[in-house]
T-cell receptor, first 115, second 113 residues
Framework: AQTVTQSQPEMSVQEAETVTLSCTYDTSESDYYLFWYKQPPSRQMILVIRQEAYKQQNATENRFSVNFQKAAKSFSLKISDSQLGDAAMYFC????????????FGQGTELSVKP | SAVISQKPSRDICQRGTSLTIQCQVDSQVTMMFWYRQQPGQSLTLIATANQGSEATYESGFVIDKFPISRPNLTFSTLTVSNMSPEDSSIYLCSGGGADTEAFFGQGTRLTVV
């Protein structure tokens, strides 16, 4: 069975600075998807970024980028030029290509942004 | 991506009663998923719902406690039955398939007293 681990329950960053959230996972599959989701207090799950395992190039979305290390089974999220609106719970998630689309989530990292 | 309207957004219920949560998608989706998020915790999959077949439940979740309906490709319900305070959680529905992005409803915050 696949597992996802986020070892940082809380992180803090100064506005305009850069922060990196860590995620590791365990799987025996060679092809899969990895995601970072943001959950603000509104509870709405918002997709931040997605990475296909077969792609060597790291995904980027504006201020958000990932460092995907397949051999190490590591998938960290870097947020550049942090903004107050980035404050939220961030979840790393794994999706198998063979299990119908269900997501396996990490424990989450609570990010606070200081003005 | 598609939009899911989830109702109710929150409810306070008496123990021993049942609550049905509804999710309406603005387009047809193959798979729908129901997750539970206990206070301060991550999301845990309860079950996967396909149209025309019984839902597939994850370990630790049973149909008698969490019956699910999926009458068509745009709608699903989850019922939390015979509730106890331990059922107090956020319940989220999600849609999508193996090759499509997952999208979520707004969540239902359930408090059982």
């Amino acid at each position: 069975a696949q597992t996802v681990t986020q070892s940082q329950p809380e992180m803090s960053v100064q506005e305009a600075e850069t922060v990196t959230l860590s995620c590791t996972y365990d799987t025996s599959e060679s092809d899969y998807y990895l995601f970072w989701y943001k959950q603000p207090p509104s509870r709405q799950m918002i997709l931040v970024i997605r990475q296909e395992a077969y792609k060597q190039q790291n995904a980027t979305e504006n201020r958000f980028s990932v460092n995907f290390q397949k051999a190490a089974k590591s998938f960290s999220l870097k947020i550049s030029d942090s903004q107050l609106g980035d404050a939220a719970m961030y979840f790393c998630a794994y999706r198998s290509l063979f299990q119908g689309g269900k997501l396996i989530f990490g424990q989450g990292t609570e990010l606070s942004v200081k003005p | 991506s598609a939009v899911i309207s989830q109702k109710p957004s929150r409810d306070i219920c008496q123990r021993g009663t049942s609550l049905t949560i509804q999710c309406q998608v603005d387009s047809q989706v193959t798979m729908m998923f129901w997750y539970r998020q206990q206070p301060g915790q991550s999301l845990t999959l309860i079950a996967t719902a396909n149209q025309g077949s019984e839902a597939t439940y994850e370990s630790g979740f049973v149909i008698d406690k969490f019956p699910i309906s999926r009458p068509n490709l745009t709608f699903s319900t989850l019922t939390v039955s015979n509730m106890s305070p331990e059922d107090s959680s956020i319940y989220l529905c999600s849609g999508g398939g193996a090759d499509t992005e997952a999208f979520f409803g707004q969540g239902t915050r359930l408090t059982v007293v």
